[in-house]
């Protein structure tokens, strides 16, 4: 138990993969602006990740390991997560029209993001179990959703602030990404590796 702890305690806070490892960068200063578009951004990253994490640990242990087509998994995981993502959109679309709503304009964006791609993918490399693959992939979700909510926190906080001429805007947003990268680099020593 306490090993599915750490690891998902590293996926949150000491390896996040916005501020640590630079992944998913487009939609965590495209939609941070707003912080209720940040959470249902989060929210929605949080559950593309984590079943389509399911579906690639599915189709790699019991498709491409056997039929030894494993330098295959980067272009069937682009595959199998772009139909994911069209497909739970219509079943969103249908069946939960007011989540639809909420996650709708985010979709498309998910299905081009490359943090929903690379966990898969590290997974695999890293031979998770079924488990430990979903706890990961839960972690990570998570971590981003954290990332891109403190972003946009910080965000609508400085429209209230005199920032200089050539900082406004993506300027002063880089700024505040390194800082937040700062902090949680203090979060590196909590786990022995």
Known sequence: ???????????????????TRFLGLCIFFGISKN??????????????MTLSSILGWVVYNYVLVPLQLQFLTTVVFVILIASFVQLLEMVIKK?????????????????????????????????????????NALGSGLGFAL???LMSSLREKLQYADVPKPLQGLGIAFVLAGLLALSFLGFSGMIPA
């Open 1 to 19: 138990m306490g090993e599915y702890f750490t690891l998902f305690m590293g996926a949150v806070l000491v390896n996040n993969y916005v501020l």
């Open 35 to 48: 912080f209720s578009a940040s959470v249902g951004m989060g929210m929605a990253v949080t559950c593309v």
């Open 95 to 135: 069946y939960a029209p007011t989540l639809y709503s909420m996650w709708g304009i985010y979709l498309m964006l998910i299905a081009t993001n490359c943090i929903v791609l690379a966990i898969p993918l590290l997974n695999a490399e890293s031979n998770y179990s079924f488990l430990k693959s979903i706890v």
């Open 147 to 149: 990332a891109i909510i």
